[in-house]
């Protein structure tokens, strides 16, 4: 069964091709990707020296 429905939702892995594999599979799909590395971050998620990697993913219904 699909996922059909989402709001807003951050998840911290450690293997995000395998993550977007899997939301992939239940039906999203992947709107872009980007890496972010800026004091600013670090201050918006509460760590110092962050460097992400950010996947964006759509439901569905958009």
Not at 40 to 56: D, F, K, S, W
Request: glycine share 10%; aromatic share 4%.
């Amino acid at each position: 069964m699909p996922l059909k429905r989402m709001h807003n939702v951050l998840i911290v892995i450690y293997d995000l091709e395998a993550v977007k594999a899997f939301f992939i599979a239940l039906g999203l799909t992947l709107e872009g990707q980007t890496t972010v590395e800026e004091p600013e971050v670090g201050t918006l998620i509460g760590l110092g020296n962050v460097r992400a990697t950010l996947a964006m993913l759509r439901t569905p219904d958009g």
